[in-house]
């Protein structure tokens, strides 16, 4: 028998990433994944602006960039072919970093999972078992008791877990042994051909997240770039209607390449796959002391590029409230806050990945029958332009504390009580920094130039509770940003305080304070965000 503090099922990037947390926070963790090696078919071929943010966090950001797509990858051109007519395409767009740190990044899943993989190999307090599958999860007496088999073959091992995050993907063995159902529909299939070729002399110097050709039965076949030179995704979406349509035979696979390439093409074709295309959200992400994330949690249509990412923050918002129970710091009520800050996000998600796929559909139905398509490709912008989805949305019931009076929602990337603290450049020489990077991973309290009672109070009861509170002065030495963007986004007086959580979320707010009240008024803050009588 075997003991450890956190067991993740799961070896993709969110389970990776749930490992790297506990790293990051010193929680003994074990992380089993059935597969050896990652899976070469990939899924998702990107990663959205607050993902690139986590990954900046935990140190990861340049290795990711380094062997990801290069150059800019934006848009959608819609044509008849490859080699044939265009009928049009998306205004290509820029990154933005006014608004974060980071920007997008093009880059294969299976490429991620291997950078993930190496760092878990390294991460200390970390045990990681590839080609292992947990074959039997009772729960008893505040615990979890895992069976561990390995896929190779030899003797099963036993683990007992505090906790466990469900990780193992949209059919997740551990959601259906815990009776948990899925909530919301089938859309549709997507049939994908992962393949190496070179077609350079036909896309010139045209680039794309993808290129949408006509299909010869209606529809659209989509060619998209996988590493920017030679290996290519060709998939296309079938009804619900006819159910499973199973996986393309390779003489299928190259008719569908050719077809959409629009010439002969010697393509070497590397996987083939079929999956569901669905838009479902598990109907509670809890039961006793294992939780499920990513798309063990939620699966949606991958129009949007929302289903990684969304799993990614998933265990950003639920590893530092496990570690803060785990010390005693917080009451087991925190825990709850995860299904209710992340389910609603999820459920949001999966509406908007919907809605963009209809987005395609618009466009295809003006193709087919001649008429204007410029006004529906124009609106498929908004399949991209998704910064505000991605880096502004607010928790509205969880581990917070807001005041009596509600946040103005005029300016979506300002502070507010749930959301994710705003962006600032600091303005220091050298590597470029956020003022994101000084509240990963622990509570701070930020504090106006007449806030020092603030800063006191914060470092006595940080002490008393035993509990990582940092303190920043903004502006400040140490946080030099324009004080003018700073009153802007954070809407906070020279004598006022934010509190942000480990995840970089905004847990209270608080301006001017009579003096003797800056201690309770923080202490009940802290109470309330990290439930009962916890802090």
Request: proline share 7%; hydrophobic share 40%; glycine share 10%.
């Amino acid at each position: 028998m075997n003991e450890t503090h956190l067991l993740v099922v799961g070896g993709g990037p969110v389970g990776l990433s749930a490992a790297l947390l506990a790293s990051r926070y010193g929680i003994p963790c074990t992380i089993v994944e059935k597969f050896p090696q990652p899976y070469a078919h990939p899924k998702a071929r990107g990663v959205r602006d607050r993902g690139m943010e986590l990954f900046r966090f935990w140190g990861l950001e340049k290795e990711i960039r380094a062997r990801a797509i290069p150059g800019p990858q934006y848009g959608f051109v819609y044509c008849d072919s490859l080699a044939g007519e265009e009928y049009g395409r998306t205004p290509p767009g820029q990154e933005d970093t006014t608004l974060g740190p980071s920007g997008t990044c093009r880059v294969p899943q299976d490429t991620l999972e291997r950078i993930l993989r190496e760092r878990v190999a390294t991460a200390p307090g970390v045990e990681a078992l590839f080609g292992t599958t947990v074959s039997r999860l009772t729960q008893e007496d505040h615990q979890v008791r895992a069976v561990l088999e390995p896929t190779a073959g030899g003797a099963p091992r036993e683990l007992t877990a505090r906790h466990v995050i469900a990780c193992d993907g949209a059919a997740s063995p551990t959601r259906a042994a815990l009776g948990i159902t899925m909530e919301g529909e089938t859309v549709g299939y997507w049939q994908s051909v992962y393949w190496h070729g070179d077609i350079s002399a036909l896309l010139g110097d045209r680039t794309a997240i993808q290129f949408l050709t006509a299909a010869k039965d209606g529809g659209f076949v989509t060619v998209a770039p996988v590493d920017g030179h030679t290996r290519w995704l060709t998939f296309r979406m079938r009804s619900k209607d006819g159910g499973h349509p199973g996986t393309l035979t390779e003489p299928q696979a190259h008719d569908l390449i050719e077809a959409a390439v629009g010439e002969p093409c010697p393509a070497e074709i590397i996987s083939a796959a079929t999956y569901a295309v669905e838009a479902r959200v598990a109907e509670r992400y809890r039961a006793g002391s294992v939780f499920l994330a990513g798309d063990a949690a939620h699966v949606f249509p991958p129009t949007g590029g929302f289903g990684l990412n969304t799993g990614v923050q998933d265990v950003h918002n639920l590893v530092w409230k496990i570690d803060l129970v785990r010390r005693g710091l917080a009451s087991q009520e925190l825990l709850d806050t995860y299904e209710s800050e992340r389910r609603p996000v999820a459920c949001s998600n999966a509406r908007w990945s919907k809605e963009n796929a209809e987005r395609f559909d618009a466009v295809w139905e003006r193709i087919v029958t001649k008429a204007p398509a410029g006004a529906p490709i124009d609106r498929q912008r908004a399949h991209l332009a998704a910064l505000e989805r991605d880096l502004a949305f607010r928790y509205t019931d969880g581990a917070l504390a807001p005041g009596p009076d509600a946040d103005d929602d005029a300016e979506p990337f300002a502070a507010a009580v749930g959301r994710r603290a705003p962006h600032l450049w600091l303005r220091s020489e050298g590597e470029r920094r956020s003022i994101l990077d000084m509240l990963d991973g622990h509570f701070t309290l930020l504090y106006g130039s007449r806030g020092q009672d603030w800063r006191a109070a914060a470092t006595q009861i940080g002490e008393h509770l035993q509990l990582p509170l940092r303190t920043v002065q903004v502006p400040g030495a140490e946080c030099d940003v324009d004080p003018e963007e700073f009153a802007r986004l954070y809407r906070m007086a020279p004598g006022g305080a934010v509190l942000v959580r480990p995840d970089g979320h905004i847990a209270w707010t608080h301006n001017e304070a009579d003096p003797g009240l800056h201690t309770p008024l923080i202490t009940d803050a802290l109470r309330r965000t990290l439930g009962g009588d916890g802090g």
